[in-house]
């Protein structure tokens, strides 16, 4: 195992995508990659992360009162799952020089309700930049993948799908869309990765963006 004699600061890194990306699948082998390097490392999820943020997660999947959130309540319930969040574990932890890989932040409520619930961008942010307190991602990986081959990836999972999944094609098709109008607004954060190539071809995808934007190599 290769150590790092000067450590470095923390690093916030956020994955990005539509239901069936490999998001999840490439958190766990960047985390591994990362410790490699000597770094120490923390992964957490959005909704949850935190005992006050999984409350959140399972009342926004699995709501089952009968009453429908509304989409405004729905931004707010991701928000103060996030602020909750980054108070009490992603800065703590970037003040310790770890780093931190986020399995979905700010971004998915800009590309889910922004986007998908059509309650545009600027309102979204506007909540959001409370409830972030200034604690941006340093790099978001986007993985980029038609909905298509989201919508054949989910079915073949076999599961039943949550209240997101469940949504027609043409929500998760905005989703897509406000990713790739996201990429374009902040270049300077977001890079894009091809999520159709092979699980070993994007980890070495997001090698190669990692040691260009944060200057680690991998
Ligand atoms: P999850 O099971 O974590 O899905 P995935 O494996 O695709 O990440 O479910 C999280 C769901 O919540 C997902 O459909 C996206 C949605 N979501 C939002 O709509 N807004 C948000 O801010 C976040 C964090 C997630």
Redesign the pocket.
């Known amino acids: 195992m290769k150590k790092s004699t000067t450590p470095s600061p923390g690093k916030f890194i956020s994955l990005e995508?539509?239901?069936?990306?490999g998001?999840?699948t490439q958190a766990s082998l960047l985390k591994s990659a990362l410790e490699a390097q000597g770094l120490t490392v923390v992964m957490t999820?959005?909704?949850?992360g935190t005992p006050t943020g999984e409350m959140i997660?399972d009342l926004?999947?699995h709501h089952a009162s009968g009453e429908e959130i509304t989409p405004i309540a729905?931004?707010m319930l991701?928000?103060a799952?996030?602020a909750q969040h980054v108070h009490n574990v992603i800065r703590p932890a970037l003040a310790q020089g770890q780093w931190v890989i986020c399995?979905?932040?700010?971004d998915?409520?800009l590309?889910?309700?922004a986007g998908?619930r059509e309650l545009g961008l600027e309102k979204v942010l506007a909540v959001n930049e409370v409830a972030l307190d200034g604690c941006w991602p340093d790099c978001t990986l986007w993985f980029d993948l038609p909905v298509t081959v989201s919508s054949a990836r989910v079915a073949e999972r076999g599961v039943a799908p949550?209240?997101?999944?469940s949504e027609a094609l043409s929500f998760h098709q905005r989703v897509v869309d406000t990713y790739e109008k996201l990429y374009q607004r902040f270049p300077e954060r977001m890079v894009r990765v091809d999520a159709e190539l092979s699980i070993a071809e994007v980890e070495q995808a997001v090698r190669d963006h990692l040691q260009h934007t944060l200057g680690v190599s991998l």
């Open positions: 995508g539509c239901e069936g990306c998001k999840s999820r959005e909704p949850g997660r926004l999947q729905e931004v991701f928000a799952s996030r399995d979905r932040f700010v998915s409520s590309a889910y309700q998908g949550d209240r997101f999944e």
